[in-house]
C-alpha cells in the first residue's frame, strides 16, 4: 500500500521535475527580446484602444513610437486622447523632443436642421446613415448633408457626439473630444472634419458641404453654402477657397477675423464660442461699409 | 394549359405576382417636353458627352461616347437643342451629370429604318459575328433587365470560357411588372431574329428561351414561332417552360433551371458554365441596332401600381421624366406612396418624380398603403427561414449580424460578394429583420477591400 503511493509520489515528482526542466529551458533559448521601454510606453499612454492615432490600439502606437526614437524622430505620431500632456510624458521616457501640435476637435459641418432643411420623403429601411446614405439622398433633398441617423454617435468611445433631438443634428462636446476621428471615419458623407480647435474653442468654420449649384442647395436647406465667392474676396488673409460650389476655410490660415462670417448670405460660415458683438457702436459701420 | 415545367434548385419565393397590366396593350408614350440623359446608365465608366450647349439634335444622334471598355455610348431619343450638360437626379437619388435636352419636333436621323419590314438574318450575308458586335456595341446596347451591363461584352467572353448556348431571359418573375411580357406578344418575331444574331455573334447553334408558366400565351406563341423559324435551320432553339419562383430572371438561378448548371461564385460569371444569359429585351434591341440601325434610346416600361387610375405599359423614349408617364396614367394619387423604378422587389426607391426612364428603367412601380411601409423589426428566431429562401445558399441571418458588428474577414469567408440581392430573405423574415439592409452593406465593404487588395498587387 505505502509502496503505491511512494511509487506514485516518485513518479509524479520526476514528471514535474523533468517538465520543469523542460520548460526552462525552452523559455531561455525561445525568449523572445523586447525593448522593455514598449512596455514603459504602453503604460504610459491613456489605453483607451480607440485606434485616433492611426494604430491598432496603444501598443501599436508604443511599438511605433520606440521603433521612431530609435530612428531618431518622433513626429507624426502623437495620441489624440492623451494630447501633450502623455506625449510630453512619452518623449521624456524616450528622451526625445515632440514639436507643439495644435489641440484639433471634431467640427460638423452641416446645419441643415429640421427648419431649414424640410423633410420630403420618409426613410423605413435600417436606421444607420451607411445604410441610408446607399439608398439616396435621404429624407431631405440634400444630397451631402447629415443624415441624423447617428453612426457618428455610436462610433465615439468618448460618448462626445449628441443628436440634438431640436435640430435632428449631432453636436460635439468640445470637453470630451479627443480628436481620436472615428466620427470622421464613420460619417458615409464626410462631414464631419478635424479642425484646429483654436484658442478658448474659438472657431470659424462654413458649415456646409453641399456641391450643388447656388439654386439647387438653396431649394434643399435654406443654410446652405451657394458657393458665391463673397467671403472667399471678403479674407484677408486667402484662407477661403471655393471649389465645386462650396466654400472651404483653411484653419491653418484663418485668423478668426470674423469677416467671412458677415457677408455670408445665407449664415453658412459659422463662429463658434466668440463673445457676443458688443451691441452699438460697431454694428452700424460695419453694415455701411458692406454697401459701399 | 400544363407544361413540364423546371425551376432552379435552391431557395426562392414566390411573392403576389399583382400582374396588373398583363393585358394592357402597349401604348406610344407622348414625347417629353424636356429629356434627361443621366451620362452613368449602365455598369461601367459613365459616357463622355460629345455635343455642347445649343447643340442640335436629332433622334439618334449620339450624344455621349463610350468613356472606356466596360461603357456604352448614348443616343438623343428626342429631336431639339442641347439646353445644358448639368447634373440631374437619376435613379440613385443622387444629382449624376447629365445632358437636358429640349424638345423641338421629332426628326429622325436619316439612317435609321422605320418601317415595320422584318428583316431577317438569312437576307443579310454580309452580317458577320464580328459585324453584329460591333453594330450592337456602337448602338449602345446594354442589358435590359435592370443591370445594365453592356452587351458586346457579354457576346466577347474571356479566352479561357467557351460559350455553348444563349439563353434568353424572359422569365420576368418580378412583381407588377410586364414590359417584357407585352414586347414578346407584340414583337415576336423580331425577338426571334434578335436570338439569331446574338447566337450569331456568339458563334453558338443552341438557344433557350425561358419563360414563366404565368405568361401561357407568350409559352404558346414562341413555341409556335420558334418551330416556323428555326425549324429547318441548323439552330437549336427552345422554349423552356418554368414554375413560377422568384428570383428566376437573376442570370445564376437561370442558368440553373434551364441548363441545369450552376455558375461558382465570384467572379465566375454564366458564361464559365457555357451560357451566355441576354433579357428578351436585349435580344429585341440588337434586333433593332443591327438591322434597323437604331440605336438604343427607346424602350418599353411598365407603370403600375394599385392605387394608380390606369395603369399602362408604354413605349417610352429614354430621358422622358417619370412624372409625364405617370400623368399618362391618370397622375399620381392622392397622399404618400413609395415611388419605384423597378419592381417591388429589387426596385429603387425614389424621392422625386423628375427622375427620367433609362436604359435600366424597366418599370415604374407606386406601392401604396401598408405595403409601402415596413414593420418593425423583432429579434431574430432562429427559425432559419432566410437559409432556405436564399437563392444562392447563403446564410442570411448571418451576414447581416456580420455587417452589423463589421467583421468584414468573416463576412468575405462567408461569401458575402455571392449576394445576388434579391431581397428573398428578407421578404420570408417573419421577425421582419432588415437584412438585406445590412448584407448590402456588408457587400459594398467588402467588395471595396477586395478592388483595395487587388489595386495594391
Not at chain 1, 164 to 185: F, H, S, Y
Not at chain 1, 228 to 236: I, R, T, Y
Request: hydrophobic share 40%.
Amino acid at each position: 500500500m505505502t509502496d503505491g503511493i511512494l511509487i506514485a509520489v516518485i513518479v509524479l515528482g520526476t514528471i514535474g521535475l523533468v517538465a520543469a526542466l523542460v520548460l526552462y529551458l525552452c523559455s531561455k533559448r525561445f525568449a523572445v527580446v523586447e525593448d522593455p521601454r514598449i512596455a514603459q510606453v504602453t503604460e504610459t499612454l491613456p489605453g483607451a484602444n480607440c485606434g485616433g492615432c492611426g494604430f491598432a490600439g496603444c501598443g501599436g502606437l508604443a511599438d511605433a513610437l520606440v521603433k521612431g526614437a530609435d530612428a531618431g524622430s518622433i513626429d507624426g505620431l502623437a495620441c489624440p486622447v492623451g494630447g501633450q500632456e502623455v506625449m510630453g510624458k512619452v518623449a521624456d521616457l524616450l528622451g526625445m523632443a515632440i514639436a507643439n501640435g495644435d489641440p484639433m476637435v471634431a467640427v460638423v459641418r452641416c446645419n441643415g436642421t429640421c427648419v431649414l432643411r424640410p423633410k420630403i420623403a420618409e426613410y423605413h429601411g435600417l436606421r444607420t446613415c451607411a445604410a441610408m446614405n446607399a439608398c439616396g439622398a435621404g429624407e431631405t433633398a440634400c444630397g451631402f448633408g447629415c443624415l441624423g441617423c447617428g453612426d457618428c454617435v455610436a462610433a465615439c468611445q468618448f460618448g462626445a457626439i449628441s443628436i440634438n433631438p431640436e435640430t435632428g443634428l449631432p453636436e460635439v462636446d468640445d470637453e470630451k473630444c479627443v480628436a481620436c476621428g472615428a466620427c470622421v471615419k464613420a460619417c458615409p458623407r464626410n462631414i464631419i472634419e478635424l479642425r484646429k480647435k483654436g484658442p478658448k474653442s474659438r472657431r470659424v468654420f462654413v458649415s456646409c458641404v453641399n456641391k450643388d449649384k447656388g439654386p439647387v442647395a438653396m431649394k434643399a436647406c435654406k443654410a446652405a453654402c451657394i458657393g458665391c465667392g463673397k467671403c472667399e474676396k471678403e479674407c484677408p488673409f486667402g484662407a477661403i477657397s471655393v471649389e465645386n460650389n462650396v466654400s472651404y476655410i483653411d484653419f491653418t490660415k484663418c485668423r478668426l477675423c470674423r469677416k467671412c462670417v458677415a457677408v455670408c448670405p445665407t449664415k453658412a460660415i459659422h463662429a463658434v464660442n466668440f463673445p457676443a458683438p458688443k451691441p452699438k457702436p460697431e454694428e452700424p459701420t460695419k453694415e455701411k461699409e458692406e454697401q459701399a | 394549359m400544363k407544361f413540364n415545367a423546371r425551376t432552379f434548385s435552391i431557395g426562392g419565393i414566390h411573392p403576389e405576382e399583382n400582374k396588373l397590366t398583363h393585358e394592357v396593350a402597349t401604348q406610344v408614350a407622348a414625347l417629353p417636353k424636356q429629356a434627361i440623359f443621366p451620362l452613368g446608365q449602365h455598369i461601367g465608366a459613365p459616357a463622355k458627352p460629345v455635343v455642347q450647349k445649343g447643340d442640335k439634335v436629332k433622334v439618334g444622334t449620339m450624344i455621349a461616347e463610350a468613356n472606356g471598355f466596360v461603357s456604352a455610348p448614348i443616343y438623343s431619343s428626342v429631336s431639339g437643342t442641347v439646353l445644358k450638360i448639368d447634373t440631374a437626379i437619376d435613379a440613385t437619388g443622387y444629382r449624376k451629370p447629365a445632358i437636358i435636352i429640349n424638345v423641338e419636333g421629332d426628326e429622325w436621323e436619316e439612317r435609321i429604318d422605320r418601317s415595320d419590314k422584318l428583316e431577317t438574318v438569312a437576307a443579310h450575308p454580309e452580317l458577320t459575328p464580328e459585324e453584329i458586335v460591333e453594330r450592337i456595341k456602337s448602338a449602345g446596347v446594354v442589358g435590359m433587365g435592370g443591370a445594365c451591363f453592356p452587351t458586346f461584352i457579354k457576346l466577347t467572353p474571356p479566352p479561357t470560357a467557351k460559350a455553348e448556348c444563349v439563353i434568353i431571359n424572359a422569365v420576368e418573375c418580378e412583381p407588377y411588372i410586364t414590359a417584357d411580357y407585352r414586347l414578346m406578344m407584340e414583337h415576336a418575331d423580331e425577338i426571334l431574329v434578335g436570338l439569331e444574331l446574338l447566337m450569331k455573334a456568339a458563334k453558338v447553334t443552341k438557344g433557350y428561351i425561358g419563360i414563366e408558366t404565368n405568361k401561357p400565351a407568350a409559352i404558346e406563341l414562341l413555341t409556335r414561332k420558334c418551330a416556323e423559324v428555326f425549324g429547318t435551320s441548323a439552330y437549336q432553339v427552345s422554349v423552356v417552360p418554368l414554375k413560377q419562383r422568384y428570383p428566376q430572371g437573376g442570370e445564376k438561378q437561370l442558368v440553373d433551371a434551364v441548363i441545369g448548371r450552376q455558375v461558382p461564385a465570384p467572379p465566375a460569371i454564366p458564361v464559365n458554365v457555357g451560357a451566355i444569359v441576354q433579357n428578351v429585351g436585349t435580344a429585341f434591341a440588337v434586333y433593332e441596332a443591327v438591322m434597323k440601325h437604331k440605336p438604343l434610346f427607346e424602350r418599353y416600361t411598365t407603370v403600375t401600381g394599385k392605387r394608380l387610375q390606369n395603369p399602362s405599359n408604354f413605349l417610352v423614349r429614354m430621358g422622358t421624366p417619370m412624372k409625364e408617364l405617370i400623368d399618362a396614367c391618370g397622375g399620381m394619387p392622392e397622399g404618400d406612396h413609395k415611388l419605384l423604378a423597378g419592381g417591388p422587389m429589387m426596385g429603387k426607391a425614389l424621392t422625386s418624380v423628375d427622375v427620367p426612364i433609362c436604359k435600366g428603367t424597366n418599370s415604374v412601380t407606386i406601392i401604396s398603403d401598408d405595403e409601402a411601409v415596413r414593420k418593425e423589426p423583432q429579434p431574430c428566431i432562429r427559425c432559419a427561414k432566410c437559409v432556405g429562401a436564399c437563392p444562392m445558399g447563403l446564410e442570411p441571418y448571418l451576414l447581416a449580424k456580420l455587417a452589423a458588428v463589421q467583421n468584414w474577414e468573416r463576412s468575405e469567408q462567408e461569401d458575402v460578394v455571392s449576394c445576388i440581392e434579391c431581397g428573398s430573405c428578407q421578404f420570408t423574415c417573419p421577425a421582419h429583420r432588415p437584412l438585406l439592409d445590412h448584407i448590402r452593406l456588408g457587400k459594398a465593404t467588402v467588395m471595396g477591400i477586395i478592388r483595395g487588395r487587388a489595386e495594391k498587387k
